[in-house]
């Protein structure tokens, strides 16, 4: 079974529009990290948020907020006003028990102008 | 810029040679992973580490072997490479902060 599920293969959004890429996990471990990476056509691999198991809150990094809802299991990225430079491909990924850390199948992101 | 490193960036080699790609960190961190990335799978971990001479398998670990002499380098080799191991390969550390970067990737095609 997956663990980590992006529903999402592809999207195409306006510019300056904001953009929701969702992400769904599966996990009994209580204690649990959850990453969002971006992936540009360049290839390399960018971090771009963390949220842990424990946090109160949701975590924000600038136009990148996650919106974490753990009872769902989910953890969707949020990107406000979005920009040419965003069209990428999104990747979700979990961190459980040991450090492994998975990655979905990821989402690839088309802003239009 | 997560001070990690691989060698070589590119690389051709055909049917049954044994190749091995370098991970090079300059931070001392002690988890340090494998991934390869195809189309339509996303990344899937190969092998990680937790320490020098401490290996474990990740879910598509057949056909690869991992080493880990000193805490800056974390070598993956394919004994004998096959067709279905072209692929993209990236070296990830965790920085223990809950971030894990990653390296620049190596495109390995086998003939």
Known sequence: AQKITQTQPGMFVQEKEAV???????????????????QPSSGEMIFLIY???????????????????????????VISAS??????????????????????KGTRLHILP | DAGITQS????VTETGTPVTL???????????????????????LIHYSYGVKDTDKGEVSDGYSVSRSKTEDFL??????TSSQTSVYFCAINRGDDTQYFGPGTRLTVL
Not at chain 1, 53 to 76: I, P, V
Request: net charge neutral.
């Open chain 1, 83 to 104: 920009q040419l430079g965003d069209s990428a491909m999104y990747f979700c990924a979990m961190r459980e028990g040991d450090d492994k850390i998975i990655f979905g």
């Open chain 2, 76 to 81: 993956l080799t394919l004994e004998s490479a």
């Open chain 1, 20 to 38: 929701t890429l969702d992400c769904t996990y599966d996990t009994s471990d209580p204690s649990y990290g959850l990453f969002w990476y971006k």
């Open chain 2, 22 to 44: 370098r991970c090079h960190q300059t931070e001392n961190h002690r988890y340090m992973y494998w991934y390869r990335q195809d189309p339509g799978h996303g990344l899937r």
């Open chain 1, 51 to 77: 949220q842990g198991s424990y946090d109160q809150q949701n975590a924000t990094e600038g136009r990148y907020s996650l919106n974490f809802q753990k009872a769902r299991k989910s953890a969707n990225l």
């Open chain 2, 8 to 11: 070589p960036r590119h690389k």
